[in-house]
């Protein structure tokens, strides 16, 4: 022992100054640095988790929008085939309109012909009438006044077949 | 090696260094042999023991070594540099800062990787300071002025102090292997000038009074010796270390620590194997403390040597091995403490079946 050099206040020395250097050391180095270290390492913790959030919520809001999005798009078409669908209807109530209406026309222009025709019809019996009777009367000058000859027409014009209604 | 040679910068340094390596082998102890050594300076006097910086005790027999000092020193340094770089902590670290954190960070991730996250906080503090205090101490030993410049002490009282280390080591004094060197001048503070190789002198020649008119015969004790060299320095690490392995071992496994040594539950057998751990544990120690002690003090006898044999150039390729023994010496010593301190804290397989 003695020959190596070991002595106790040496050793005792060398203990106690290490001690110093192990409280030292704790205070000014190691305590400081492992916080900062910890503090750093917490807060690249937090960032991340923020970002992660972040992503999260960008790809929830995204979604979101296209939800939306998409039922704005529906909503839109649903809009659109139902203007189309009244569209349609008003052309035809207006077409079904438009043909009744000239159906009520052609029927009052059909029925004015009838009546022009039996009017016309009835005016040229007359006239037919007075016609016979002006030739029957140059037939037959003398043998009966005009009065009663008119009257024995006018009864067999009533009396003959398709007379009335005008028509055949 | 062909473009080193065309490279003008390289080819400089070269030569220089062919043109140093000359001169240092010429001025050095080989070159005196053949009339050189205007350079050199004797072989230093290796002292196994750390010797005392004054020449009389302070208080009570108890005097203050060079080793001591080397040891606040590097105390005071690495003190010195945590104050500095953790004066101002910020999140976005300056260099220094920046360094300390990652050294730190780096021997943290070792002790989690050792003893795994729990216990690394425990563990790290001891782990850190023996690292850094050792790495300090040894390459602080590598700096010029250790080891070479010194007190001057007196052929009366060295001899004096080696006839009484004898006495006591029961061994008989030999005056004529006993070398010291020869000094002009008064002053205190000694060291050796060049070409000096052949100023050493026995105590045999000192005392027939063959010491030259006007010279004073000596030893220079160094002011600074590498703290690792002083065989105390690693015997109180190795202790400290075992004592804290060993109260985490107790306080993680109460009486199953002790257990592990006084085994009672496996007959004799265990008996025998419990006594044999425990003499291991104190082996443990032993080794601990004369691993540091012996690279450390062969590193410091090899750069005295190639200083005495080739001065300039030959130390250089052996300081940069130093400093590569120093780092790993350090990173043993902490490694080791980690690692015993890790199987205390875990209990015998064996305790459970």
């Given at each position: 022992m003695e020959a190596l050099g070991i002595t106790i206040p040496g050793v005792f020395s060398q203990v106690v100054s290490f001690l110093i250097l192990f409280g030292v050391l704790y205070a000014l180095l190691y305590k400081p640095v492992l916080r900062m270290l910890d503090r750093r390492s917490a807060k690249i913790r937090e960032g991340l988790e923020a970002a992660e959030n972040a992503r999260r919520e960008a790809a929830e809001s995204r979604a979101d929008m296209e939800r939306q999005l998409d039922d704005a798009r529906a909503e839109g078409q649903a809009m659109i085939a139902q203007a189309r669908e009244v569209a349609d209807r008003f052309r035809e109530e207006e077409l079904a309109k438009a043909k009744t209406e000239i159906d009520a026309q052609r029927e009052r222009a059909e029925a004015d012909i009838q009546r022009e025709r039996d009017a016309a019809i009835q005016d040229l019996r007359q006239e037919f009438a007075g016609l016979a009777i002006s030739a029957a009367e140059k037939v037959a000058r003398r043998s009966m006044d005009e009065e009663a000859h008119r009257e024995l027409i006018e009864e067999f014009l009533r009396e003959a077949p398709g007379s009335g209604n005008g028509r055949r | 090696m062909g473009r080193l040679l065309a490279n003008p910068k390289a080819l400089t340094a070269l030569a220089a260094l062919a043109i140093l390596f000359v001169i240092g082998l010429a001025g050095g102890a080989l070159g005196n042999e053949f009339g050189?050594?205007?350079l050199g300076s004797p072989l230093t006097i290796i002292e196994l023991k750390a010797e005392p910086l004054t020449a009389k005790p302070l208080i009570g027999g108890f005097s203050i070594t060079n080793t001591m000092l080397t040891a606040w020193i590097a105390i005071a340094v690495l003190a010195l540099v945590s104050y500095l770089g953790t004066r101002r902590m910020t999140e976005v670290p300056g260099r220094l800062q920046g360094l300390l954190e990652a050294v730190i960070e780096g021997f943290l991730g070792i002790a989690e990787s050792v003893a795994g996250p729990g216990k690394a906080r425990r563990f790290f503090p001891l782990f850190m300071t023996i690292f850094l205090f050792v790495l300090t101490s040894n390459w602080l030993g590598i700096l010029p002025g250790f080891g070479t410049i010194g007190r001057f002490e007196p052929a009366s009282d060295f001899i004096h102090h080696k006839e009484d280390a004898a006495e006591a080591a029961g061994k008989r004094f030999d005056p004529a292997a006993l070398k010291m060197h020869v000094f002009e001048g008064e002053s205190a503070i000694a060291y050796l000038p060049f070409g000096?190789?052949?100023?050493v002198i026995t105590a045999e020649e000192y005392e027939r009074g063959e010491l030259e008119e006007g010279k004073r015969a000596g030893v220079i004790i160094p002011f600074?010796?590498?703290?690792?060299?002083?065989i105390n320095t690693p015997l109180a690490l190795a202790l400290i270390a075992m004592v804290m392995v060993h109260y985490w071992g107790l306080s993680a496994l109460g009486l199953g620590h002790v257990g592990k040594f006084?085994?009672?539950?496996?007959?004799p057998i265990g008996l025998f194997v419990g006594l044999l751990e425990g003499v291991s544990e104190l082996s443990r120690v032993i080794s601990f403390t004369f691993r540091l002690f012996g690279n450390i003090f062969a590193g410091e006898v090899l750069l005295i040597a190639m200083a005495f044999l080739i001065?300039?150039?030959?130390?250089v390729p052996f300081l940069g091995l130093e400093l590569f023994v120093g780092f790993i010496q350090a990173f043993i010593f902490a490694m080791l403490t980690l690692v015993f301190a890790a199987t205390a804290t875990i209990s015998h397989g064996g305790d459970h079946h």
């Amino acid at each position: 022992m003695e020959a190596l050099g070991i002595t106790i206040p040496g050793v005792f020395s060398q203990v106690v100054s290490f001690l110093i250097l192990f409280g030292v050391l704790y205070a000014l180095l190691y305590k400081p640095v492992l916080r900062m270290l910890d503090r750093r390492s917490a807060k690249i913790r937090e960032g991340l988790e923020a970002a992660e959030n972040a992503r999260r919520e960008a790809a929830e809001s995204r979604a979101d929008m296209e939800r939306q999005l998409d039922d704005a798009r529906a909503e839109g078409q649903a809009m659109i085939a139902q203007a189309r669908e009244v569209a349609d209807r008003f052309r035809e109530e207006e077409l079904a309109k438009a043909k009744t209406e000239i159906d009520a026309q052609r029927e009052r222009a059909e029925a004015d012909i009838q009546r022009e025709r039996d009017a016309a019809i009835q005016d040229l019996r007359q006239e037919f009438a007075g016609l016979a009777i002006s030739a029957a009367e140059k037939v037959a000058r003398r043998s009966m006044d005009e009065e009663a000859h008119r009257e024995l027409i006018e009864e067999f014009l009533r009396e003959a077949p398709g007379s009335g209604n005008g028509r055949r | 090696m062909g473009r080193l040679l065309a490279n003008p910068k390289a080819l400089t340094a070269l030569a220089a260094l062919a043109i140093l390596f000359v001169i240092g082998l010429a001025g050095g102890a080989l070159g005196n042999e053949f009339g050189g050594g205007f350079l050199g300076s004797p072989l230093t006097i290796i002292e196994l023991k750390a010797e005392p910086l004054t020449a009389k005790p302070l208080i009570g027999g108890f005097s203050i070594t060079n080793t001591m000092l080397t040891a606040w020193i590097a105390i005071a340094v690495l003190a010195l540099v945590s104050y500095l770089g953790t004066r101002r902590m910020t999140e976005v670290p300056g260099r220094l800062q920046g360094l300390l954190e990652a050294v730190i960070e780096g021997f943290l991730g070792i002790a989690e990787s050792v003893a795994g996250p729990g216990k690394a906080r425990r563990f790290f503090p001891l782990f850190m300071t023996i690292f850094l205090f050792v790495l300090t101490s040894n390459w602080l030993g590598i700096l010029p002025g250790f080891g070479t410049i010194g007190r001057f002490e007196p052929a009366s009282d060295f001899i004096h102090h080696k006839e009484d280390a004898a006495e006591a080591a029961g061994k008989r004094f030999d005056p004529a292997a006993l070398k010291m060197h020869v000094f002009e001048g008064e002053s205190a503070i000694a060291y050796l000038p060049f070409g000096s190789v052949d100023a050493v002198i026995t105590a045999e020649e000192y005392e027939r009074g063959e010491l030259e008119e006007g010279k004073r015969a000596g030893v220079i004790i160094p002011f600074l010796r590498s703290a690792n060299t002083d065989i105390n320095t690693p015997l109180a690490l190795a202790l400290i270390a075992m004592v804290m392995v060993h109260y985490w071992g107790l306080s993680a496994l109460g009486l199953g620590h002790v257990g592990k040594f006084l085994n009672f539950k496996q007959g004799p057998i265990g008996l025998f194997v419990g006594l044999l751990e425990g003499v291991s544990e104190l082996s443990r120690v032993i080794s601990f403390t004369f691993r540091l002690f012996g690279n450390i003090f062969a590193g410091e006898v090899l750069l005295i040597a190639m200083a005495f044999l080739i001065p300039l150039v030959g130390l250089v390729p052996f300081l940069g091995l130093e400093l590569f023994v120093g780092f790993i010496q350090a990173f043993i010593f902490a490694m080791l403490t980690l690692v015993f301190a890790a199987t205390a804290t875990i209990s015998h397989g064996g305790d459970h079946h």
